[in-house]
């Protein structure tokens, strides 16, 4: 079987934890996710059940929509609220147009360091992990992209006796974007230290946080043996084009016969005459269409 969830992670939980839940409902099957949530997060969590494991990675690089709220003048080691307080800065002299401007200078495609308290790898081993055992690890900027930061909000507040700035915005940006180095990084341009306060993420490509579900409504779907009314269709998961193929060509697509179909080079989810998903295949720079992935078990 293969399906896919948009599961709401609650807040204070672990994304690992989170799927343990739902493993009594999907026994002996393999189970994942597109990206994880740290505890302090909360909100889309797209879990992919079965062969949709196989597309976990296609799901992955779609687009991501964030809420995120920051304390402007405290820093920690962690990059969020949860860590090692490591300093407390007034930052009532700091202006909301400088503030702003200062944001908005994060919006487009740079190199970002993920924190060293976060699952990325480095060697075979977890950023984390070096943090733990107070190792030193080189840890290497990604390329990403912020498309937009939006929805600006400013307010005083007052943080372990300290006059502060919670700041939230609404953040979309590209994979592998870490939302607590950009409140870090917003902290240190003001020169005031940042970290991460809260944080919801609302959208994952077409998986919406107002469709998702918590694992109490899935496993109440699942007694009801009415899982399938939940499960996202592969064509609204991922973004790319369909090609239907007659029975005769589909025996040529599962046994690796060249198909010729006149179409643009690039991948497409492809399906039967009946509307039925077959699993994701590629057209090459000669028209021939060759498979990739095969999801669906009745071929």
């Known amino acids: 079987m293969y399906g896919i969830i948009n599961l709401y992670k609650e807040k ?14 999907f026994p ?48 920690t080691d962690s990059y969020d609220i949860t860590g090692k307080i490591l300093s407390i800065n007034s930052s009532d002299d700091i202006s909301e147009t400088a503030i702003l401007n200062t944001i908005k200078l994060f919006i487009g495609k740079q190199w970002q360091k993920p924190p060293v308290f976060s699952a990325k790898k480095v060697k075979g081993k977890k950023l984390y992990q070096y943090a733990v055992n ?60 940042g970290t991460m306060s809260a944080l919801t993420r609302l959208q994952v490509g077409n998986f919406k946080i107002t469709d998702s579900y918590t694992v109490d409504e899935i496993l109440k779907k699942a007694s009801e043996n009415n899982l399938q009314t939940i499960f996202t269709p592969i064509e609204n998961a991922i973004d790319i084009n369909d090609i239907y193929l007659t029975a005769d060509e589909i025996k040529k697509y599962i046994n690796g016969v060249k198909i010729e179909k006149k179409l643009k080079k690039g991948e497409y989810i492809i399906k039967d005459v009946n509307d039925t998903v077959i699993g994701i295949g590629y057209i090459d720079e000669n028209n021939i269409l060759k498979g990739k992935i095969l999801l669906n078990e009745d071929y």
């Open 12 to 25: 204070g939980l672990t994304s690992f934890k989170q799927l343990n839940m739902l493993k009594s409902v």
């Open 134 to 193: 107070q190792q030193p690890v080189e840890i290497k900027a990604s390329y990403i992209e912020i498309q937009n930061i939006s929805n600006i909000l400013i307010n005083d507040y007052i943080y372990e006796n300290t006059p502060v700035k919670k700041i939230s915005f609404t953040v979309e940006c590209s994979r592998g974007t870490y939302i607590r180095s950009l409140c870090h990084d917003i902290g240190e341009m003001l020169k005031k230290g």
């Open 28 to 75: 002996g099957i393999k189970i994942g996710h597109t990206g994880t949530l740290d505890p302090i997060a909360e909100g889309v969590l797209v879990v992919c059940i079965g062969k949709a494991t196989r597309i976990a990675d296609y799901i992955q690089a779609q687009k991501k929509v964030y809420r995120a709220e920051m304390f402007l003048g405290v820093s």
